[in-house]
């Protein structure tokens, strides 16, 4: 079965704009699993743009909330993993001028920090999968650092589909990526700018088990409600 995991970051933005408490993302991330996600992923960045640290606390305290913690590798950034202890970990690339994270992991320029980074979050029971671009090669060398699964950045195929554009070669990209990472023992994951389309055409690659979905789906829930949306992108990739 393949999995959804619902990125609540947007809601925390939300809150963040008047520095209040409402919406609550704790709330949030409780309905999220109770409308069907089988995972909340926050991204805790250096700057706390959107989740907060008392936000990754208050979740992961909750093991009825399976949380995906997504990370830069920074020693601040792996002593709140080793305090907190969230299910799973995604490593993202992070710049501080980005509006959202705009690909996947330098693999090649980051080998040595990379292989330390996870073999400590191996050493924890922490399932770790590294965000990276659909690219043969950085499959490859994601398991060679170590990683259990791999995060594809479907930023490209989404902006495509959604400009109407031809995104044939963008999918057999993913489709191959996949089936190498399956091939290799890793799981594979797909995340990033999805929408509904997007989602019905890569649920067609049966090598991937989790979509990680959030802006589209805080965005859709204004008009829709966030039970309607969740429920939704459940039937469409299950």
């Given at each position: 079965?393949?999995?959804?995991?619902?990125?609540?970051?947007?809601?925390?933005?939300?809150?963040?704009?008047?520095?209040?408490?409402h919406?609550?993302?704790?709330?949030a991330a409780?309905?999220?699993?109770?409308?069907?996600?089988?995972?909340?992923?926050?991204?805790?960045?250096?700057?706390?743009?959107?989740?907060?640290?008392k936000?990754?606390?208050?979740i992961?305290?909750?093991?009825?909330?399976?949380?995906?913690?997504?990370?830069?590798?920074?020693?601040?950034?792996?002593?709140?993993?080793?305090?907190?202890k969230?299910?799973f970990?995604?490593?993202?690339?992070?710049?501080?001028?980005?509006?959202?994270?705009?690909?996947?992991?330098?693999?090649?320029?980051?080998?040595?920090?990379?292989?330390?980074?996870?073999?400590?979050?191996?050493?924890?029971?922490?399932?770790?999968?590294?965000?990276?671009?659909?690219?043969?090669?950085?499959?490859?060398?994601?398991?060679?650092?170590g990683?259990?699964?791999?995060e594809?950045?479907?930023?490209?195929?989404?902006?495509?589909?959604?400009n109407?554009?031809?995104?044939?070669?963008e999918?057999n990209?993913i489709?191959k990526?996949?089936?190498?990472?399956?091939?290799?023992?890793?799981?594979?994951h797909?995340?990033?700018?999805?929408?509904?389309?997007?989602?019905?055409?890569?649920?067609?690659?049966?090598?991937?088990?989790?979509?990680?979905?959030?802006?589209?789906?805080?965005?859709?829930?204004?008009?829709?409600?966030?039970?309607?949306?969740?429920k939704?992108?459940?039937?469409?990739?299950?």
């Open positions: 079965m393949k999995r959804l995991g619902v990125n609540i970051d947007h809601i925390a933005t939300l809150r963040n704009a008047r520095g209040e408490k919406p609550n993302v704790v709330d409780k309905l999220a699993i109770k409308y069907g996600a089988d995972s909340v992923t926050i991204h805790l960045r250096e700057d706390r743009r959107h989740i907060l640290d936000d990754v606390i208050n992961t305290k909750n093991k009825n909330i399976p949380t995906n913690l997504e990370i830069a590798t920074t020693n601040e950034m792996l002593k709140i993993v080793i305090k907190n969230p299910e970990v995604c490593i993202v690339p992070e710049k501080r001028t980005e509006i959202t994270t705009e690909g996947g992991l330098n693999l090649n320029k980051n080998k040595k920090k990379l292989y330390t980074f996870i073999k400590k979050l191996n050493n924890q029971k922490i399932r770790t999968s590294l965000f990276i671009n659909p690219k043969i090669s950085d499959v490859k060398l994601s398991k060679l650092l990683a259990q699964c791999v594809l950045h479907t930023g490209k195929i989404s902006n495509k589909i959604k109407k554009q031809k995104y044939l070669k999918f990209d489709k990526c996949s089936l190498t990472a399956k091939k290799m023992g890793l799981e594979v797909a995340g990033h700018g999805m929408d509904y389309k997007t989602a019905k055409i890569l649920s067609k690659i049966k090598e991937i088990k989790e979509f990680n979905i959030g802006h589209f789906i805080v965005g859709e829930s204004i008009f829709f409600g966030f039970k309607k949306v969740i939704k992108f459940i039937k469409i990739i299950k």
